[in-house]
């Protein structure tokens, strides 16, 4: 009866210095205002009224069966994405492990000994004989340990635990959305380089014709062979890039397999035919900047870090106060031998309460320094946020750049088409001299190589969008990856 008045006055204290006790109070958090609408959008980029999902597989838009199945690929076997996969499934252990803070920890034990002595026993008729006698001694206990979570620091735990797994899931989403990106701009390099290629071997040819008709021309005595040396040194400067752009498309068809788990070169067979690019769809689907900024999975990474580090910080500050402890045991023991046996139970109840009253500010400085872990995350948010929509802007100026640009450069490509047919027809009559002809052709393969670099920078502008838009993860498909 004493024993649980004690336990009874101990319970009292700890509830009165959980009430005088001071919370910290949490501090606010400034989230920034998105704008209203992007400055980047015009007439050619719509903003669209899908919803965020549809941005969960924006490759799917582009109708190229090879890049959808190699993002596919790339989303399951990447290292990168196992890796991230790996932090996950360990950030959910540790958060079950916080969880699992807050209830009492049961343990069993069980001993067991046995002891066999011999004794000399002298008999009636004086004959001696050994008396063997065995003894021993079973037990087993339950022991319970319990920290009853008063100031609910160990809550505080838990929560950052939760929430520091909601981030490793968002980050997981940020490599999806990475991955997807960077394996469909290394495609559309790929195809870029292609075209180039093909642009770069009809000009040789065309450039062949026209120094076997200069030949034919000095063989003549109508020209001299200024104009052949002219026209040869025309067509091995045409020759000499081609190997340059074989090199860097086999190292784009390199980078895809490695993209995909695979070694570098599994996918030169499947690659290497020539093939156009994607399609450009006729409407994007740019959303507001507010949908943008829950659907990107950094802000969303970067908000549940301020909730982990704030939950911290009040776990810190809880350190300030008494911890509470109860404890027990139910214990049995069986004692067997010659002549005697016996069973005895044991049950002890024990409670505790500690406080520290002089650590030279250990505990203050450990508060400070959660404070300013906490204050890092706050702007670390913040500076997501800027950078997404940074971002979201950039990419939608670059997407009209080039689409204003590759308008431009249609008309090029057909004025100096026709220039330089014009120029030989009027060079192979006697009309105009070969220095025309030169220059028209360096200018047709210096058009029709530039609209292909520039359809390729819209394809891949266009992926950078989607990827500053958050594309690339459906919320969907990660509900339950954090827990509860």
């Given at each position: ?17 959980a009430g ?30 899908d ?13 190229d ?10 989303l ?9 996969q ?6 959910r ?45 079973y ?6 340990s319990?920290?009853?979570?008063i100031?609910?620091g ?10 520091d ?14 991955l ?15 075209a ?13 014709e ?16 200024v104009?052949v040396?002219?026209?040869r040194?025309?067509?091995?400067q ?13 190292q784009?068809?390199f ?10 070169g ?7 035919p020539?093939?156009?690019?994607p399609?450009?769809?006729v ?6 900047p ?9 802000v969303?990474?970067?908000?549940r ?8 910080l ?15 045991t139910v214990?049995?023991?069986v004692?067997k031998?010659?002549g ?5 139970v ?12 002089f ?5 203050r ?5 959660q404070?300013?872990?906490?204050e890092?995350?706050?702007v ?11 971002d979201v ?30 120029a030989?027809s009027?060079?192979?009559a ?5 220095q ?38 459906s919320?969907?498909?990660?509900t ?5």
């Amino acid at each position: 009866m004493r024993h649980h008045r004690t336990l009874a006055l101990i319970t009292a204290a700890a509830l009165t210095a959980a009430g005088c006790a001071s919370t910290r109070a949490t501090p606010a958090i400034a989230h920034p205002v998105a704008p209203a609408a992007w400055h980047g959008t015009t007439a050619a980029t719509p903003s669209s009224t899908d919803p965020p999902e549809s941005l969960a597989r924006w490759w799917d838009r582009l109708g190229d069966a090879t890049l959808t199945t190699l993002i596919d690929r790339a989303l399951t076997a990447n290292p990168d994405v196992r890796m991230a996969q790996a932090r996950l499934r360990q950030a959910r252990a540790q958060q079950t492990q916080a969880a699992a803070a807050l209830w009492p920890t049961v343990s069993a034990s069980g001993s067991a000994s046995a002891r066999r002595s011999g004794n000399r026993a002298l008999g009636l008729d004086g004959s001696t004989s050994i008396v063997n006698t065995t003894t021993g001694s079973y037990g087993g206990s339950l022991d319970a340990s319990w920290e009853p979570d008063i100031f609910g620091g160990l809550r505080q735990g838990r929560d950052g635990a939760t929430a520091d797994l909601a981030a490793v899931a968002a980050d997981l989403a940020g490599v999806h959305v990475s991955l997807a990106a960077e394996v469909a701009t290394t495609y559309a390099e790929l195809r870029t380089l292609q075209a180039r290629l093909a642009i770069a071997q009809q000009n040789a040819d065309s450039q062949a014709e026209t120094l076997e008709l200069t030949g034919f021309r000095a063989q003549a005595g109508l020209v001299s062979q200024v104009d052949v040396e002219q026209a040869r040194a025309n067509l091995a400067q045409t020759r000499a890039g081609i190997p340059t752009l074989e090199s860097s498309r086999d190292q784009a068809m390199f980078r895809l397999a490695t993209l995909t788990g695979a070694e570098p070169g599994a996918l030169v067979a499947t690659l290497s035919p020539v093939a156009p690019l994607p399609a450009v769809p006729v409407s994007l689907a740019v959303g507001i900047p507010a949908e943008t900024l829950r659907q990107r999975p950094d802000v969303q990474a970067a908000e549940r870090r301020i909730v982990a580090e704030t939950a911290r910080l009040a776990q810190a500050d809880r350190r300030r106060y008494p911890t509470f402890g109860l404890s027990g045991t139910v214990g049995a023991e069986v004692l067997k031998g010659a002549g005697s046996a016996g069973t005895s139970v044991v049950t002890s109840l024990a409670s505790s309460l500690a406080r520290t009253l002089f650590d030279g500010g250990r505990i203050r400085e450990q508060i400070a320094a959660q404070d300013a872990v906490q204050e890092q995350a706050v702007v670390n948010y913040e500076a997501a946020v800027l950078a997404a929509l940074e971002d979201v802007e950039r990419a939608l100026v670059a997407y009209e750049a080039s689409r204003a640009r590759l308008a431009s450069l249609a008309v090029a490509v057909e004025a100096s088409t026709s220039a330089a047919l014009l120029a030989q027809s009027q060079y192979a009559a006697g009309l105009t001299d070969f220095q025309t002809v030169l220059n028209t052709e360096r200018t047709r393969l210096t058009a029709q190589d530039s609209v292909a670099l520039t359809e390729g920078e819209r394809v891949s502008a266009l992926v950078q969008l989607y990827k500053a838009l958050g594309g690339g993860w459906s919320p969907a498909a990660f509900t339950g990856t954090t827990g509860s």
